[in-house]
Every structure is written in structure tokens, then in C-alpha cells.
């Protein structure tokens, strides 16, 4: 997106500012649409007809948007064909009364093609049995919950809105995952708030903790959930971004961050993405990444020892914990581990909640998709959505009647996606059975064996 207009992108952005202003909305959506982005401009039409259902001007963006194909080649400015109905080589010529493109948003007239393209391959299309169509069709989203779905419950909405927000996440709104929620709070979030108890307890609190697990199952997002309930005292590294800069200046740069924490106790410093850094110094033939490691072990050792480190907590995460230098896992530094499995069943439900947020559904049963989707990413999840979204796209196009996304079509999207954990799972079953030193990969081993996958 980062080609795009610098018009859009504000209207965008204004329209992020307020999301309830329906008329702002259409316009946004009507350049989205003008620019052959049809299915962004489909969900922004959902989400004008959740605050405004029954809106004329929403629903017959809507039916434009689903009806033609898209057509990325249209410049802003084409002119819209007067008629579906016209044979598509004479509909080039400007009609002297064509409607522009604001007048789309302004009523309930406006049922037409706003582009000339290869839609008028279909003349019989009739537009406005097709938006009555649409009218009938903005029933409930949910099954389970007709009223959030009918645009009256904003609470529910913005609750749903915010979920990937930087730092507005917190640990609520992290659906499910109440093990991994609970551990958290016992080692960081209760120490804490409270000096008393971090005193009581100092020595068992030391080192960090090394959250581990599948690709994509909410390890970096679960981290932001803590930097939320944590505020300013939260420090995220991406070691990657760590290693990017000049060689040399990685220890330093890993030096800063902890004298900043330590600033700033009691604070948490993320390390994401781990391996990048603690991969087997054996296998790094890279010298400058070897002191890189050096340092953090220096840094994890001054908080071990409680030297002047009173109040700073390590939390790291890695998705490929036997590549994680053995040295940082010893004790006092990342001795302790955190599996942080695919979502449950609620916070499945949560996840696919937050990415049909902005769709055209119609009377979903989440419930049936959640038992559906076991063993399903984060990551997954979107994929299902986004997969069920177009098959209902092409649908609408090739039958030129308009539907919105149905179980059907989430189902089905489900069925034909394998969850990219299996493989993960295929590796760690190994590291479980033959290098579970020192009781490491317990955690995976009770798992797995729950899984009837040993
Ligand atoms: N329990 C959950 N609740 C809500 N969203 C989740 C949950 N788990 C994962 N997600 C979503 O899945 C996506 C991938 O998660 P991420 O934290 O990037 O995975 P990881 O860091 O483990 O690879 C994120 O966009 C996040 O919003
Ligand atoms: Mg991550």
C-alpha cells in the first residue's frame, strides 16, 4: 500500500479517525473503487452498512463494488458508462450527463457500473434487482449475535476495532489462552505492580522468560498484550532490526536498551524474535553476532546477579527454540520456558471475529468454524477469511447476483487450508523425544501426548 495516492491515504486516515461517519466513508470507498480496488471497497461498504444499515447510497456502493471485477487499469477520472446496458466499444465515448463520481454517494439512484470495464460483458445484468437483492441481504452477521450485527452495539464493535492497535492492546483482549495468560501475570505483571512481593519472591523471578512455540499462534502478539497492561516500562527489541545497524554497535545498542530499562524499573525488555540473535554460536561463523550474544549474556548475568538490576525482567520469544544459543537458556537467564500453543477455541473465535470485522458476512456460524479450524494459526485464520471473502467475490461476479460471505464459504476455505503448524509440530516432536535435556520441551512433550502425537 505503500504506492498509493497521497489522497486516499489521508481519506484513509480520516477516516480511521472516525470511523462512524457514514458519508466520509462512502467517499473513501467510491475512490477505492474508482481506482479498481473493488474488494477494499467492498469492506468499507460492510462496515458503512454496519453504522448505517439500510443506508441507499452503502448499499448501492456495495452492489458495484461486488458486481464488477476489478478493474486496476481505470484512471480516477473514467467516465462511468451511462448504462450496463450499452454495448461496451460505443460506451467509451463520454455521455454528456454522466453522473460523476460524488453523486454516487448522495442517493439511491445511483446503481450503476461507476467504471467502464470488462463488467459490461454481461448486458442482461439488471443493477436494480440486484441492489434490492442487497437489501434483503444485510441481515444479521453473526447467527449467535443479531444485535452487535445490526450496528447497535458499539461497545461490542470498538472492543473488536482495537485488537491489533499498537499499545492499546491488553491481556482481555487476547481471546482464550488463559494458561499462557495466567503464567504471565504471575511472572511479570504481579511482581510488578508490587515491590513487596517482588522482594519476597526476588530470586525466584530473576532471568526471563522464553515464550516458544508455532509461527504465527500469538507470541509477539500476547508480548504487546503485556506492554499494554505495562505502558511506558516495556522495551521491544527486534533483533533483527538490532543486527541491521553496524557491526560493532549491536553490543552497544544491547547495552543501551538494558541501561534505558534499568532507568525505567520495573520494566520488561521483549526480545523477539531470539533466534535471529541466539542461534548456535557454533553455527555462527559471523564473529560480530558472537559478541552480540556475548553482550546479552552479559547483560542477562548483571540481571541475575541483581546488580543494580533491581525491577528489569527479560521476556523473549522464538519459534525455533533449539536454535536458541544453549548459553542464553542456562540458569539465571532464559531459564524458563513458555509454550504458547495455536489458539483455542475462544481465541479462535476472537480471531476470526476481529477478520470478518470488516467484511460483508451474513448470519456466520462461528461456532461450527471454530471446531473446524483446530490447530489453526493466527495467521490461518485470516487466510480462511480472506479465501472465503473471494471465493464469495467471484461467486457474485460470475452469477451477477450478489451474495455476501456465508459459513459455507468460511467452511470451505477451512477445508481446503492445512494449518502451517503440522510441520512445526513434525519438527518439535523430535527435538521433544531425543533433546529434551534438562526437562526443556516438558511443556511440548504433555502437549503432544494430550494429542495422542507421540
Ligand atoms: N489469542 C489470540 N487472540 C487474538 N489474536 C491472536 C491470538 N493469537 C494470535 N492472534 C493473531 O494472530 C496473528 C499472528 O500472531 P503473532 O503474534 O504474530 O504470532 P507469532 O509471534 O507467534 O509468530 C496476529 O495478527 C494476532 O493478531
Ligand atoms: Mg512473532
Known sequence: MADESPLIRSLRAAVAAAPDDVPLRLHFAELLLAEGRNDEAVS??????????????????????????????????????PSAQAPAPSAQAPAPAAPTQDAATDGPAVGRPATDGPAVDRPGFD???????????????????????????????????????????????????????????????????????????????????????????????????VAGELGANFLTVSLSDVLDMWIGASEKNIHDIFETARRQAPCVVFLDELDALGAKRSRTHHSGLRNVVNQLLTELDGIASGAGNEGVFVLAATNVPWDVDIALRRPGRLDRTLLVLPPDATARESILRYHLRERPIEAVDLGKLVKATEDFSGADLAHVCETAAE?????????????????????????????????????????????????LYDDLLAHLKRKRKL
Open 127 to 225: 443493477w436494480d434487482a440486484a441492489e434490492q437483492q442487497v437489501q434483503d441481504l444485510v441481515g444479521p452477521r453473526f447467527l449467535e449475535d443479531p444485535q452487535a450485527a445490526a450496528g447497535e452495539g458499539p461497545a461490542g464493535d470498538a472492543a473488536a476495532w482495537d485488537v491489533d492497535a499498537p499499545g492499546s492492546v491488553r491481556l482481555a483482549d487476547v481471546g482464550g489462552m488463559e494458561e499462557v495468560k495466567d503464567r504471565l501475570e504471575a511472572a511479570f505483571l504481579a511482581p510488578m505492580r508490587n515491590p513487596e512481593l517482588r522482594r519476597l519472591y526476588g530470586k525466584s523471578l530473576r532471568g526471563g522468560l522464553l515464550l516458544y512455540g508455532p509461527p504465527g499462534c500469538g507470541k509477539t502478539f500476547i508480548a504487546r498484550a
Open 391 to 439: 471465493a464469495a467475490l467471484l461467486d457474485s461476479a460470475r452469477s451477477g447476483s450478489v451474495r455476501l460471505i456465508s459459513t459455507k464459504d468460511l467452511l470451505g476455505a477451512a477445508k481446503q487450508i492445512k494449518p502451517s503448524t503440522e510441520p512445526w509440530f513434525a519438527a518439535a516432536r523430535n527435538v521433544a523425544m531425543f533433546a529434551n535435556e534438562g526437562g
Open 44 to 81: 468499507e461498504a460492510a462496515v458503512a452498512l454496519q453504522h448505517a444499515p439500510g443506508d441507499a447510497g452503502a448499499r448501492a456502493l456495495m452492489v458495484r463494488a461486488m458486481g464488477l471485477p476489478p478493474t486496476p487499469t481505470a484512471a480516477p477520472g473514467a467516465t462511468p458508462a
